[in-house]
């Protein structure tokens, strides 16, 4: 014990005290803190290590909050203009400021690159995990196999401190009904990470969610403190490893979709895609979305993560730009019958819609190759060279044409799947109205970037009217937090001044949503009616978004 032989008081903060964090040295307790039972904010403070205790006396009003960690607190509304970190941001004194907020810092790139050191033998080196092969030899193998009906209670984690459980509790109860669209008995977002909670970098990551809504803000030092845990944890993780076996890269994999989802929740415009691009290399270096699921048997967890992966790859404007990570007909091997969909159930962030959101990306890939070929025409044009010009231009034209004759006739035959839903007609009736929505975005993005029809036409200010009428609809409901995109779409396509007006209301009255992009949707938006006041062109709303140096996630 360092801080024994040095004759230093200890603080006691757990797990590591601040002598031993400022040294660098791992800190050894005799034993872990004693548990107390904890209901309120006051239970919280009286067993908080010392420097998470306020040095000044609690505001009595404040203290009629008692839902600090108790999970039979109301449900927020998603619609609720506070966080309940508003009551809550004094009550506890700040923790010392982190040096710095390594998921924010600009050399986040070489942040990652130095703690992956990636074995360079390939997916074929790596020992294949299975039922049948190696059955339950980690502690969650035997959940690999099982799906539970209802959400577990999250089991003690004796690593994090009282404020870091409470921010889990926090996440458990309320974060994962308002930021999904599926329901609770069946959200993968407590089943998956339940499993890996005993990992410190997935319950320090998980802590950092439920810290970031309950205290309001991702700038506060508490979260902060969270998320970069999280990060030192998973460089620990990865350098005590040469080799990853498929169960690693299922951990890492997780670690990086919660890391992306907490970017995505704050509205940040960077550093999420860098964690989208990890976990391409995850899957790359697993074999491929078949291999990775095949290798763990087929599992909810592992096709959750996989979907998860897919609908923010569609859903973002490096897709817009350049088509999807993966082709559709790889995105089509993580549910390839309907056994496998059923099996399932309801995906949390794409419903019963993930066909829409495939073909969506579909349709942005062969935007971002029919872009290709008109950049090469010009380039042609440019150097002289103009005797192929006409036949590669016609050849374009029919690529288009065949492409979208066998995307539109599946496009406008989709429903949800019924296979996938038990629940209520009213249920049923909102997942029904997102995916006509979602047939209607579509539409409305071939008709203007695929055949370049500008906002102004006919065609475009009928499907306009058409796919507001849904927004309006769904405005109010639990579904209202997958309206970025639409009202994206909508609001490049107006063009008069009471609708565009009409429009800028809806994005204002759905920015106190849970997911913080309205706002970047917005100024997206007014800055191609600024470029177009007439609506006589096509403005691209990734081209804007290159601009601004955004990697925007309209999800």
């Known amino acids: 014990m360092l801080i024994l032989t040095a004759r230093k008081k200890c603080d006691e903060t757990y797990p590591v005290c601040s002598s031993c964090r400022a040294r660098n040295e791992q800190c050894c307790w005799r034993s872990a803190p004693s548990e107390k039972t904890i209901h309120s904010v006051d239970d919280a403070l009286a067993v908080a290590p010392v420097g998470l205790r306020p040095s000044y006396s609690l505001d009595p009003d404040a203290s009629k909050y008692n839902g600090f960690v108790d999970s039979s607190v109301t449900v927020v509304s998603r619609t609720h203009t506070s966080f309940p970190g508003d009551i809550l941001r004094n009550r506890i004194s700040p923790r010392p400021a982190e040096p710095q907020d390594l998921l924010n810092d600009p050399s986040i790139n070489d942040f990652f690159d130095s703690y992956y050191p990636w074995p360079q033998n390939g997916p074929e080196n790596k020992p294949l995990r299975g039922r049948d092969q190696m059955p339950y030899e980690y502690p969650m193998d035997e959940f690999l196999w099982s799906t539970p009906s209802v959400p577990p209670p999250l089991s003690p984690v004796p690593f994090l401190d009282p404020l870091g459980r409470s921010f889990i509790n926090y996440f458990q109860s309320k ?5 999904t669209v ?63 076996d498929q169960h690693d890269n299922l ?57 998860s992966f897919q609908y923010h790859d569609v859903m973002s404007s ?19 019958d309907d056994d496998d969909v059923k099996l399932f159930g309801v995906d949390p962030l794409q419903g019963c819609n993930q066909q829409v959101y495939l073909l969506l990306g579909e349709l942005m890939s062969i935007k971002a190759q029919v872009y290709s070929t008109l950049h090469y025409l010009d380039v042609l044009i440019s150097e002289g060279a103009r005797d192929n010009y006409h036949s590669l231009k016609m050849a374009n034209m029919r690529f288009i044409e065949d492409k ?17 839903l038990d629940m209520t007609e009213s249920e049923y009736e909102l997942h029904e109205m997102v995916c006509q929505l979602y047939i209607l975005v579509c539409r409305l993005y071939s008709c203007t970037y695929i055949k370049q029809i500008p906002p102004k036409s006919y065609e475009i200010q009928r499907l306009l009217v058409e796919t507001t009428r849904y927004v309006d609809e769904l405005i109010d409901t639990k579904m209202n937090i997958i309206l970025c995109f639409p009202l994206l779409m909508c609001g490049i396509s107006s063009v008069g001044k009471f609708d565009r007006e009409m429009m800028e209301m809806r994005f204002i009255r759905l920015a106190p949503t849970p997911i913080a992009n309205m706002n970047k949707a917005l100024a997206i938006t007014k800055e191609a009616w600024k470029r177009n006041p ?18 925007f996630s309209p999800c």
Not at 543 to 551: G, K, P, R, T
């Open 182 to 244: 599926g329901m609770e008995k069946n959200n993968y977002l407590i089943h998956t990470y339940y499993k890996l909670m005993q990992q410190p970098a997935i319950a320090y990551a998980l802590a950092a969610w439920g810290g970031y809504y309950l205290r309001g803000s991702a700038d506060d030092d508490h979260v902060k403190f969270h998320l970069n845990q999280s990060l030192r944890c998973i460089k620990t993780f990865v350098s005590s490893r040469h080799t990853f």
């Open 318 to 336: 490096s897709c817009s730009k350049h088509g999807t990570v993966f082709s559709l007909d790889e995105y089509q091997k993580i549910f390839p």
């Open 534 to 551: 007439n609506g006589d062109f096509v403005i691209d709303w990734a081209d804007i978004c290159q601009e601004f140096n955004w990697e």
């Open 175 to 179: 974060v994962v009904n308002m930021v």
């Open 251 to 307: 951990l890492l994999l997780s670690f990086y979709m919660i890391l992306l989802a907490i970017r995505v929740c704050t509205g940040d415009v960077h550093n999420w895609k860098v964690m989208h691009n990890k976990a391409r290399e995850v899957i790359v270096n697993a074999g491929g979305i078949e291999r990775f699921c095949n290798d763990l048997n087929r599992s909810n967890d592992i096709k959750f993560l996989l979907s």
């Open 404 to 420: 979208l004759s066998s995307i539109e006739p599946t496009l406008l035959s989709l429903r949800p799947n019924k296979i996938q």
